[in-house]
Structure formats: structure tokens, C-alpha cells
């Protein structure tokens, strides 16, 4: 993990290990893009992955859970899928190498960045220095 100060002067350049091709608007642009898109979560079951075009769309028997339901970790999941280490959602082939040379570069790829399943559940998240990373409170009317 990379510890990065900001100056709060926006236009200040980015000095760090390793280093970053931006301004700290930047930097901080893309520490708030990574952060809105993994903390979108929604009832699991609410969304299914469409078999014939591989996209998410409502799941039509979906039922609201009730309060007490709501309040397990369990019940809850990822709307996004994880990002990778290169910032993007899946891995991108290279051009112009051959159908065996680019198997084994994204066989390779896989491996040292694995994706996760879609949807997965928020208590399967990893710790956050040792404590969980998602607190769940009923809070007001709970019907």
C-alpha cells in the first residue's frame, strides 16, 4: 500500500513511489472515482447477469427484504465489478502479437490480478486494519 500526502494545491504535481502522470487534481479526482465506484451496493439479488448479452439488468422475482434482513452484511452486495490493478475493470489484449503469445499474456495477467465474481457480498471484504469494512445501523422508522 502507497501513502500519498495531498498539498491541497491542486495544481502541485504528484511526487511518489511510483509516480503518478498528473496534477494532485488529478490524483485526487481518480482516489474519489475508485472510491464512489466500490462503494455502490444494492440488496443482493437485485441484479442478475443477463446470459445471453453478459450484461447486469433487475432480477424480475426480486422481493424487498425486510428491516431485520437488511441489517446482516450478508444481504448486501457490490453493484460494480472490482477494479484492477490497472484501473479497469478487465484486462485489456495487446496489439499485435500472436493468438498464443496473447493467451499467455492474459493467462498471465489473470493471475497476478485476479478479478473477483460479480456481486459479491460486502462481508467478504477484505479488513481494514483489522476491522471491518462496512458497519451496518437501523436508524428512524423501520417499517
Known amino acids: 500500500m502507497f501513502v500519498r500526502l495531498l498539498t491541497g494545491n ?7 513511489v511510483p509516480p503518478f502522470p498528473g496534477k494532485e487534481r488529478h490524483y485526487l479526482r481518480a482516489q474519489l472515482a475508485r472510491i464512489q465506484h466500490n462503494c455502490e451496493i ?16 433487475f432480477a424480475e422475482e426480486f422481493a424487498v427484504p425486510g428491516t431485520e434482513e437488511l441489517k446482516s452484511m450478508e444481504a448486501w452486495c457490490h ?3 472490482i477494479l484492477l490493478k490497472a484501473g ?10 500472436g493468438d498464443e503469445e496473447k493467451e499467455e499474456y492474459m493467462n498471465k495477467l489473470a493471475e497476478e490480478d485476479k478479478t473477483e465474481e460479480r ?3 460486502i462481508n ?6 483489522g ?3 462496512w458497519l451496518s445501523k437501523v436508524s428512524g422508522d423501520k417499517q
Open 131 to 133: 476491522s471491518d469494512p
Open 79 to 81: 453493484v460494480n465489478p
Open 10 to 16: 491542486l495544481n502541485a504535481s504528484v511526487d511518489s
Open 119 to 121: 456481486f459479491k457480498a
Open 88 to 97: 479497469r475493470c478487465t484486462h485489456k489484449e495487446p496489439a499485435g502479437l
Open 42 to 57: 444494492v440488496p443482493k439479488g437485485l441484479y442478475e447477469m443477463d446470459e445471453e448479452t453478459n450484461a447486469e439488468k
Open 124 to 129: 467478504e471484504d477484505t479488513k481494514v486494519v
